[in-house]
Nanobody, 121 residues
């Protein structure tokens, strides 16, 4: 089917930067929307950012606007999240999410395994 591999998480000091990557592979015909979500300890998963299939439109949670940038490389089936000016409240497990059309023309919503981002004060 379709697999997602995330990378780029880690420990960073407040004010620092990290770049997350999420690469999709498998039986992919096309990828529609791609996005990033996060879940902090004891909290519900929340949307961080999304990007349309062409990359022409993006959407951000208010809490990350102006600090995070989502982008995608359709040739590599990869979505990125550039995170700048990180704050301790950005600490969470970050998950990528894609809506994919498989080669058998099945529409799937697929989640990554999650990558931990820890921001120290």
């Amino acid at each position: 089917q379709v697999q997602l591999v995330e990378s780029g998480g880690g420990l960073v000091q407040a004010g620092g930067s990290l770049r997350l990557s999420c690469a999709a592979s498998g039986s992919i015909f096309s990828i529609n929307a791609m996005g990033w979500y996060r879940q902090a300890p004891g909290k519900q998963r929340e949307l961080v950012a999304t990007i349309t299939s062409s990359g022409g439109s993006t959407n951000y949670a208010d809490s990350v606007k102006g600090r995070f940038t989502i982008s995608r490389d359709n040739a590599k089936n990869t979505v990125y999240l550039q995170m700048d000016s990180l704050k301790p409240e950005d600490t969470a497990v970050y998950y990528c999410h894609i809506v994919v059309v498989t080669r058998s023309i099945t529409h799937l919503a697929v989640w990554g395994q999650g990558t931990l981002v820890t921001v120290s004060s």
